[in-house]
């Protein structure tokens, strides 16, 4: 059956690019074979699915056969067992025929023939950086109020020397003497069938087919140095445990002007000695004398923004809940504010003087 790509990134079919980029990069995040309870079938199903959809020829190849897209076989579609010039492709895969399987995996048909026949120069596809993923605790008042931080990350960052580029400041490029230009290199194996040529990548320009004359002298051509960088983070309030923020371009920096990767920041709120957030709510207990759940009175209680006064009612029972409202945690990205619930428990004396226990002892007579 054939793939529904909208339906594997969970986007509509007229979704925008940046809607496309922003539900792939959600679920690489979440299925990263790297990351504790990973799916790596999932995570390569999603890169298939955005190749395609990311790009805007095979994406219009793949909105015209619809469903098909994968079998895609029919009169005029220009991919039949005898397409291009009566060349059969019918037992290759990828191609003609009704069990085919129509797939791009990254390559386009430039591709495809230049691996066959041996064509000509085709530059790689400059590498977009890692991403990198990063833990941050905060406090729990942080978490009520939110908090800006600085993050020191040791990564890959454009070289300030050559800006990316690899080359020596004002260094010329030339044809690169390994490849001659072509930007692929030819070499003879042995086997037991006989002797083959194998075409790969040239290790000298990557795939370029131009080199600079001098490298530049601080990453060696790479185009990176990994360097220490401060990043300032706001973390705003009301973000829950284990929340993860994202910084776009924030990760490590691409091949020489590819685009760098994004930072991630998982969240950890450390535990309160006296607080408990439930949802929106601050949960906390307070102490009472007995005599003030008695005959009433006021106590004072602690907040995370500091001390406040509750009347407590005549006759409040032990557990009784009050909410002090405004005194929650706030909706995150939102207005909302919301309370402190704060439960009422009796406070028994662990020792007694003589005239609290007769006064006791008359108030046990009368039933009290």
């Not at 020191?152 to 004002?170: F, I, M, N, Q, S």
């Not at 923020?245 to 691409?254: L, R």
């Not at 945690?329 to 009422?344: A, D």
């Amino acid at each position: 059956m054939a793939k529904n790509y909208y339906d594997i990134l969970g986007v509509s079919k007229g979704a925008t690019d940046d809607e496309i980029k922003k539900a792939y990069r959600k679920l690489a995040h979440k299925h990263h074979p790297d990351k504790s309870g990973g799916d790596e079938a999932k995570f390569k199903e999603i890169n298939e699915a955005y190749q395609v959809l990311s790009d805007q020829s095979k994406r219009q190849q793949y909105d015209q056969f619809g469903q098909t897209f994968e079998g895609g076989s029919g009169a005029g579609n220009g991919f039949g067992g005898q397409g291009f010039g009566g060349f059969d492709f019918s037992g290759f895969q990828g191609f003609g025929g009704q069990n085919s399987g129509f797939e791009f995996g990254g390559e386009g048909f430039d591709d495809i023939f230049s691996n066959i026949f041996g064509g000509g120069s085709r530059a790689r596809r400059r590498s977009r950086g890692a991403d990198i993923q990063v833990d941050v605790e905060i406090t729990f008042a942080e978490m009520v109020t939110g908090i800006r931080k600085n993050l020191d990350l040791y990564k890959r960052v454009a070289c300030d020397r050559c800006h990316g580029t690899g080359g020596e400041p004002h260094a010329d490029m030339k044809t690169c003497p390994t490849c001659k230009g072509s930007g692929q290199v030819e070499t003879m194996r042995r086997s037991l069938f006989g002797s083959f040529s194998q075409v790969s990548e040239c290790p000298e320009c990557h795939g370029e087919g131009k080199i600079y004359e001098k490298k530049c002298s601080k990453c060696g051509g790479d185009g990176r140095v990994k360097e220490e960088q401060k990043i300032q983070l706001d973390i705003p309030a009301g973000i829950a445990d284990g929340q993860t923020m994202s910084m776009q371009g924030q990760g490590e920096a691409g091949e020489k002007g590819a685009p760098a990767g994004d930072l991630y920041i998982n969240l950890r709120v450390l535990p309160h000695r006296k607080f408990k957030r439930k949802g929106q709510d601050i949960l906390s207990t307070e102490s009472v004398p007995f005599s003030v759940v008695a005959l009433g009175g006021k106590i004072e209680i602690e907040t995370v923004k500091g001390s406040l006064i509750l009347k407590i009612p005549a006759g409040t029972q032990s557990g009784e809940v009050f909410r002090v409202k405004g005194e929650g945690v706030p909706e995150l990205n939102g207005r909302g504010v919301g309370s402190q619930l704060v439960t009422v428990v009796v406070k028994v004396p662990k020792s007694l003087s003589r005239e609290q226990k007769d006064l006791l002892e008359k108030l046990k007579n009368q039933g009290i």
